[in-house]
């Protein structure tokens, strides 16, 4: 008797060591270019034979964020992308637009459940949360305070998804903004801190998120307080991509500076400068960006002798893990 077949065919994604992702763009694994692949794809082997024609061959400019955009972006330009990725092989019958729609939703560092009250107004999106999960799905460790782990687009696929969906802006259903405001609004969002300010912090909503890290600073364990800065840096962003690091940085501690209390201590000026960092430099797919890792690991440092806590260990481990990992 014939096995039934499965709905969905798991697709093996093993990600690749860095002197593999290094051999297929042909640089050293030492250079900055093998580091941005690894990171923009994964290891993801047919995502790295994608970077590789993106490369350019000059030195990468430090944290450049427009490296792998296409020539032209445009939504179409965008979607060309996602179909050579093969996204929606998985559910044929369900538009590659329906994909992007569901973007904020199938890229968020949670599961969001299918039932979610945000998600009525797209049919498919929880045939697109759950089923073609073992093919394009990652596990990674779970970074919202919990003990199980978590599943994660590849994060070339992840940010290819949101990039369509800020390009195509209103067209063909809701935009960047609208789709992120309906994860925010959604109660299984508004249940977590950190949920909340990653949906804030991807809407650009800057000045909320440093005064909650800024409140929460001396309440909580810094270890989780760290872990929390983390999954919110994660969240994407809808600037233009043609905007270095660098200029985006000033950007927003200038933007603080202006519209945050009048009242500030040293810590919120401080924790201005390393989110700001922080986020910028969790991006994935920019540049490598040495400046902004320095701020990072300075503003760890600077933060440890003005709390309030005795367990300022993991400050100086967090330093000690963003001077590697960036």
């Keep these: 008797m014939d096995r039934p077949q499965a709905a969905v065919h798991p697709v093996l994604l093993e990600r690749l060591e860095i002197e593999e992702t290094a051999s297929l763009i042909g640089r050293s694994p030492y250079f900055s270019e093998a580091k941005l692949a690894q990171r923009a794809t994964d290891g993801l082997p047919k995502a ?30 965008w979607q060309r992308r996602l179909t050579d990725l093969r996204v929606s092989e998985q559910l044929q019958d369900v538009d590659l637009a329906e994909f992007v729609d569901a973007a904020p939703f199938a890229t968020a560092p949670w599961l969001v459940p299918a039932e ?14 759950t089923e073609p999960r073992s093919a394009l799905w990652v596990i990674a460790p779970d970074r919202d305070g919990g003990t199980e782990d978590q599943s994660l687009l590849h994060p070339w696929i992840a940010r290819t998804l949101l990039f369509a969906l800020n390009a195509r802006g209103q067209q063909h259903g ?11 609004e959604d109660p299984h969002t508004q249940r977590s801190l950190a949920r909340t300010s990653y949906c804030l912090l991807a809407l650009g909503r800057f000045g909320e998120v440093v005064d909650t890290l800024r409140e929460r600073f001396d309440e909580m364990p810094h270890q989780k307080w760290v872990d929390l800065l983390t999954l919110v840096t994660s969240a994407p962003d809808d600037k233009p991509l043609h905007r270095d690091n660098a200029e985006l940085y000033a950007e927003l501690v200038e933007q603080d500076r202006r519209d945050g209390p009048v009242a500030r201590d040293q ?7 390393l989110i700001a960092a922080h986020w910028l430099i969790a991006n994935p797919l920019a540049g490598p960006d040495r400046e902004r890792k320095n701020i990072v690991v300075q503003s760890f440092h600077e933060l440890a002798p003005l709390s309030h806590r005795p367990d300022v260990a993991a400050l100086y481990e967090a330093a000690r893990r963003a001077d590697q990992l960036f």
């Design 174 to 184: 809701g935009s960047y903004e609208t789709q992120f405001k309906a994860l925010l």
């Design 267 to 273: 810590a919120r000026n401080v924790l201005a400068r």
């Design 116 to 129: 979610s009250t945000s998600l009525v107004s797209l049919p498919q999106a929880g045939r697109i949360l």
């Design 48 to 77: 790295v034979e994608a970077v590789a024609e993106m490369l350019p061959t000059a030195q990468l400019r430090e944290g450049r964020r427009d490296i792998l955009e296409p020539a032209e972006s445009t939504p179409e330009a």
